[in-house]
């Protein structure tokens, strides 16, 4: 904090004063955002320390209790590639739950018709490869449709989450589903051998790796491949990339298909992992809260693995909050929209900081 | 015994009940989102305001029916589900219109913030029964009950379609119409002209959050009647595609308003009649329809004929 008040930040080469600038500012606003909710807690009628208190405590307090925010993280990483990765070419995909649910049915689909007859390792990987692929394609029928037809790409991926969620409906009632399941209409169980384990030494499943290695991918491919290169081109400037010969169509279907396909395997995650048979629980909103990770982390997916952590620690201590605190479980949704606002709200900031003005 | 003699033609009345009743909510949140656009700004946070709007109409009604009497407590339901909205579109103008801030991501933590504060302050109220809003009985000369449910006319609906031709009439005959048109055209010349920019945005983003609460009103006071959290199903985020379809223009809201509440209606129609196992299908209908429009209308050669000029870049 006191670099920022001090002079002395100006001293500093313009490139380190912009990083300190890009990690100061979403750290100032995440500490406005505590206070505006303290006070909302404190409208709410309960004690805002003791809120904070219970919320780290759920989140990050014991090993027990990092281990359900790392299980929430995992599925967070990868839906959050699916705004930001489409983010760096300048479109606004929030196709993020759409593209989770119809990578989860790809995946029970996939494992439902293998059955056991092939080693458990090669049925998950076939089920994380038909999740990559149904999730891939379906935003990428979002790009498609910039790209050839013109249509706003924000609102093709929100309706196509809601198509996706028919869909899935659709066929848990009729054709998937298990009559002798009646809690809720639901599929078949996927079969015990194929489960996602956990990583030894605790109850965190091998999704989060997933999340961790499709996250450190994604920075390698945009940073430091010509791919990414290209696609954060055109992103900049449209019109100078086709200018300089940049296939600005294929990097839009293809950004497209890799941030669908993360979302997709984190529906593979989900129901291997967590849910086992696929029904209406999955979704779960990891989806949209994929979009706040990606726009928190600014778009960069290695920032993206911090984030994703503690808003999965956030998650984690909804439960807490209601038991404890007498607040309605929709307080971590209210938590979420205020630390989403001042996030966007400390954009304007950038060269506005005392000590970091520009000229 | 007269409800199995209609048989099929169960479906089309159906549709048309539905239609009358469920496109209130699209006519009102379309008509804000389109005096929103006018403006050059896009507000996809409407679907957050839908839902805020919907709660505080439920609240104000069921907690002010003991004051007022079950006939008026509505109507200040109404009132507040409006200035609900108003507060929420005063966060999201002067968001919006920060430098270096998108408009589209301001929508999408709006959509959050929102809906969880809808959740949150209306957790109590998810159980009580609130005094709904009274209904012109259009249909009370017919002996079948399905023709009297669907000529029950909400008066909010009435009202949503004598709005449209006026805010055509504001547009084109106003001065205020005009400012709105000229900063949602071109800022630059609307700056030079000595308007405000901001203020004249901020105050279109508000009258049309205003609008889309009074939308919330149809959907917990008027049909389906009840305050859920799965009350809205993304009715607020069509609206913005509804006024892509509807050019821009008030009076086509209007149809495209019907024409999506129909579409909605297909579902419920079919399943009436005991076909229920597309059920799930027919309810995405209206998303589907939502994405072939937007197929058939755009085009990534030109902008769409009657879209504001500023409309989603920034100045």
């Known amino acids: ?359 | 015994m007269a409800a199995e003699a209609l048989g099929w033609w169960g479906v089309p009345l159906g549709i048309i009940a539905g239609t009358l009743r469920g496109s209130a909510p699209f006519l009102f949140v379309s008509l804000g989102e389109c005096i929103t656009e006018k403006s050059g700004k896009i507000n996809l946070g409407l679907e957050g305001t839908l839902l805020m709007g919907a709660m505080s109409a439920y609240a104000v009604s069921y907690l002010a029916q003991g004051w007022l009497g079950p006939v008026w407590s509505p109507w200040l339901g109404v009132l507040a589900a409006g200035l609900s909205g108003t507060l929420l579109g005063l966060i999201h103008g002067w968001l919006a219109q920060q430098p270096r801030v998108n408009d589209v991501a301001v929508g999408i933590a709006m959509i959050i913030f929102g809906s969880g504060l809808a959740f949150f302050l209306g957790k109590p109220f998810i159980q009580p029964q609130a005094p709904p809003l009274p209904t012109f009985e259009w249909g009370s000369w017919s002996q079948l009950p399905q023709m009297r449910a669907a000529l029950r006319v909400s008066p909010l609906f009435l009202l949503g379609v004598a709005i449209a031709p006026l805010l055509q009439w504001f547009f084109r005959a106003t001065r205020w119409g005009l400012q709105i048109r000229a900063v949602g055209d071109s800022p630059q010349a609307a700056r030079a002209m000595g308007i405000s920019v901001f203020k004249v945005r901020l105050a279109s983003i508000v009258a049309g959050s205003f609008l889309a609460g009074i939308g919330g009103a149809c959907l917990s006071l008027y049909y389906p009647g009840v305050w859920t959290e799965r009350i809205s199903s993304g009715q607020g985020l069509m609206a913005v595609a509804l006024v892509i379809f509807a050019r821009w223009n008030p009076i086509q809201c209007l149809w495209a308003s019907l024409l999506f509440g129909g579409a909605q209606a297909i579902g419920p129609a079919f399943q009436s009649v005991g076909i229920d196992s597309y059920y799930y299908l027919f309810n995405a209908a209206p998303y589907i329809l939502t994405l072939l429009i937007m197929i058939l209308t755009c085009s990534p050669q030109r902008t769409l004929a009657g879209s504001p000029g500023a409309l989603g870049q920034d100045d």
Not at chain 1, 102 to 130: D, E, H, Y
Not at chain 1, 144 to 161: D, K, Q
Not at chain 1, 314 to 325: E, F, N, V, W
Not at chain 1, 329 to 344: E, H, K, P, Y
């Open chain 1, 1 to 359: 904090m006191a670099i920022a008040q001090s002079p002395s930040a100006s001293g500093l080469p313009y490139r380190w004063r912009r990083s300190i600038e890009a990690v100061l500012l979403p750290i100032l606003a995440l500490l406005v955002a505590l206070i505006i909710f303290g006070g909302f807690c404190a409208l709410a009628g309960a004690n805002p320390l003791a809120v904070y208190g219970s919320i780290y405590k759920a989140a990050f307090g014991r090993w027990s209790a990092w281990q359900n925010t790392l299980i929430r993280a995992a599925p967070l990483m990868l839906t959050a590639l699916c705004t930001a990765l489409p983010a760096r070419l300048g479109l606004v995909i929030i196709g993020n739950e759409g593209a989770l649910v119809i990578g989860g049915l790809a995946a029970v689909v996939t494992a439902l018709g293998v059955g056991t007859a092939l080693p458990p390792l090669l049925v998950q990987l076939a089920m994380a490869v038909a999740a990559l692929v149904a999730g891939g394609l379906w935003i990428m029928l979002a790009g498609a449709l910039r790209h050839y037809r013109g249509v706003n790409e924000t609102i093709s991926s929100l309706l196509l989450n809601y198509i996706a969620i028919a869909l899935m409906n659709h066929l848990v009632e009729g054709p998937l589903r298990d009559p002798n399941f009646v809690t809720k209409p639901s599929s078949y169980e996927i079969a015990e051998l194929n489960w996602l384990g956990e990583i030894p030494g605790s109850r965190i499943h091998w999704g989060l790796l997933y999340g961790l290695v499709a996250c450190v991918i994604a920075y390698g491919l945009i940073q430091r491949t010509s791919f990414g290169f290209a696609a954060r081109a055109a992103g900049s400037n449209v019109r100078a990339a086709r200018m300089a010969g940049l296939p600005v169509g294929q990097l839009t279907l293809a950004v497209c298909f890799l941030g669908g396909s993360a979302a997709g395997l984190a529906g593979m995650v989900e129901v291997a992992a967590v849910q086992k048979r696929l029904n209406e629980s999955l979704v779960s909103n990891y989806g949209y809260a994929g979009i706040l990770v990606a726009f928190v982390s600014r778009h960069n997916p290695l920032a993206t693995v911090l984030v994703a952590i503690l808003l999965g620690g956030i998650l984690a201590s909804g439960g807490i909050l209601q038991r404890s605190h007498g607040l309605p479980d929709a307080t971590v949704l209210v938590f979420q929209g205020i630390v989403f606002l001042c996030i966007l709200a400390s954009d304007s900031f950038y060269g506005r900081l005392p000590g970091f003005r520009e000229g």
